[in-house]
């Protein structure tokens, strides 16, 4: 059955088990390396193990290669045959599929052919069927005939322009120097953990290190954290240029259309009928600016959190609702003119972090027997009140709108017929206060949430989003 | 409360007995804990530590279960299901049927010396649950919610392709691939 993939998955497939084999390769090589006097024969030995190892691998890409079958089925289901000893056979029906990714590796590049991985909605890491090579005729191809199954494909939509919005080089330099975040920081304390562990295992040569490594007096210190800081920065601004260059995303009749990525180019297609709520996030530099990113929840997408949850990387504020109705009517809604909780919920949104940054402030100084953790102590209240004023809510026409802030601010826009169930709440305090929080969810990584709403307009808002 | 009833299902009485043993079981096992660690803790924490475990153990195993199944109930309708729960915090929570993914009954230990059994209710945001039932009960309410998840859905599940409320009851989702 089938056709057999582009002859550059032989190449691909020998990358696979060389990768899957490198490690076992490596110990070899080390051990024959190190294990009797390095020499030249020794070194010998070793580019022998290597050649072997390639040529190895290269057999068995071609093995595989040769014993791979595809088919699209004229467009009713996706097949796909593999080995010869033991033989896989998976076979997807194209109702069921959910989403084809196109991605071009650097192999891939090297040979001008794409892999393919087609998704069902059972999501686990990865396509349920992935093509490791085919060329651009056949993508295209499945493209045509994933539209022609598409349940509500409409014909007469052909005519109509396909809009599409790009990111400019300028906003991508925008968006990669506001891009700073605080997990870039993690390898930096990583390295500082691992220096006290070296201090704590072995405390005379440790702290000989770390003394020598150690800056003198506070200007140094202040010139190593500025460092720090810089160098994560250059980093995050670095991976946004990297994952968002080249971005452009396109609406296709019901398909959204997303390329990405400077060195490794990414295409994502997503069914509008699966994007059930668009977040506007405005992380507090881009706020600053009036900027922000659109992201998307997707449902039954196993590799959204890394390709298809970004629907642009950087928008100016007024911009986003004319975006959405050009590319995404179905989430369009605006941003501003949500109501807010009631004053006397204000000091519901400052006294826990108060608390929580007094008591952290409080634990430091202790501990620590200086009085510096203390400048942490009042940092809980700026962030309540910045909390308080971000809080705001909306349902109209069916739309619901609710922002909230932890870190960054999150404006949650969605149609409340997609969520997946909403909830109300209320602690005893706030009952005495008459105030309660709601909370919609709309998918694992979109809880639209506010808190210290007067009770009614909670009920109110609770009933309004309703069991239809 | 609202526009929508309040639910009215309670979960079985023998509930607050599954509820009781964990409750105490838990603070038992606590107590033991601080007694080990008695040396790491500081002199008036130790005391203070152990105090509120017995406390816990003592006031906490009559009430505590017993409030949560007073407030606990829940409705399985045509179209959505309802549930309301917590003695402090007090959630009440509507689940589309059209969101159902499937449904499952669990059964723990206590649950089994008991014969109550845990129906738990997966969307794509996340999983709820209906803790507690008679074996029976939690069957039929299984396959119930299964039966309902099948045959409704709204213009958006309709138009998710290919994904018309993949539903088991029971059973793990995407066993019925291939």
Known sequence: ?468 | MSAIPEPAQRLAPHARWAWRATWSIGCCVALVAIALARDALPAPWETIALALALVALVVGTPLVPELRWRRWRWEVREHEIDLQRGILVVRRTLIPMARVQHVETERGVIGQALGLSTVEIHTAAGSHEIPLLRDGDAGAIRSRIAELARTDTDEIARTDAGEPARMDAGEPAGTDDG
């Open chain 1, 1 to 468: 059955m089938g056709s057999r993939l582009h002859p550059a998955a032989i190449a691909v497939y020998a990358v696979d088990a060389l990768r899957q084999g490198a490690f076992p390769l490596l110990v070899i090589l080390a051990v024959s390396v190190f294990g009797g006097e390095f020499d030249a024969q020794a070194a010998l030995r070793a580019a022998g193990f290597a050649l072997m190892g390639t040529v190895v691998a290269a057999l068995a890409g071609a093995f595989r290669w040769a014993t791979t079958r595809y088919s699209f089925g004229g467009g009713e289901t996706v097949r796909l045959r593999t080995g010869a000893l033991s033989v896989k056979e998976v076979e997807i029906p194209f109702a069921r599929v959910q989403a084809v990714d196109v991605e071009q590796g650097p192999i891939q590049r090297l040979f001008g052919v794409y892999k393919v991985e087609v998704q069902t909605g059972g999501g686990g890491q990865g396509g349920e069927v992935v093509l490791g090579a085919v060329d651009e005729r056949e993508v295209a191809h499945l493209n045509e005939l994933l539209r022609r199954g598409a349940p509500d494909a409409l014909e007469a939509a052909d005519s109509l322009p396909a809009p599409e919005r790009r990111l400019t080089a300028r906003r991508l330099a925008l968006a990669a120097a506001t891009s700073g975040q605080l997990g870039v920081l993690l390898p930096v304390a990583a390295g500082a953990a691992q220096l006290g562990q070296q201090l704590f295992e072995d405390p005379i040569e440790g702290e000989r290190t770390l003394i020598g490594a150690l800056p003198e007096g506070v200007l140094a210190w202040v010139l190593v954290a500025a460092a720090v800081l810089a160098l994560a920065w250059l980093l995050a601004a670095l991976g946004t240029v990297v994952g968002f260059g080249g971005f452009a995303v396109r609406r296709e009749r019901d398909e959204l259309r997303i390329r990405r990525g400077l060195l490794q180019r990414r295409q994502a297609t997503l069914r509008v009928a699966r994007v059930r709520a668009v977040r506007v996030v405005e992380s507090l530099p881009r706020q600053a600016l009036g900027l922000a990113a659109l992201r998307v929840e997707v449902i039954g997408h196993a590799k959204e959190q890394a390709d298809a949850q970004t629907l642009f990387p950087l928008l100016r504020r007024d911009e986003i609702e004319p975006f959405l109705r050009e590319l995404l009517p179905e989430m369009a809604d605006a941003l501003d003119g949500l109501a807010p909780p009631p004053k006397r919920a204000l000091r519901r949104y400052v006294l826990p972090p108060l608390a929580a940054t007094a008591l952290l402030g409080a634990a430091a100084a202790l501990a620590l027997s200086s009085p510096w953790p203390l400048l942490v102590a009042p940092l809980g209240a700026p962030y309540g009140v910045l909390g308080y004023r971000a809080a705001g809510w909306r349902l109209r026409d069916g739309r619901i709108a609710i922002r909230s802030r932890r870190l960054a601010c999150s404006t949650v826009l969605a149609p409340a017929a997609g969520r997946e169930s909403h909830e109300l709440a209320q602690t005893a305090l706030q009952r005495r206060a008459r105030l309660a929080d709601v909370a919609v969810a709309f998918g694992k990584g979109t809880i639209a949430r506010i808190r210290h709403l007067d009770a009614d307009d909670a009920r109110g808002l609770w009933a309004a989003i309703g069991p239809r």
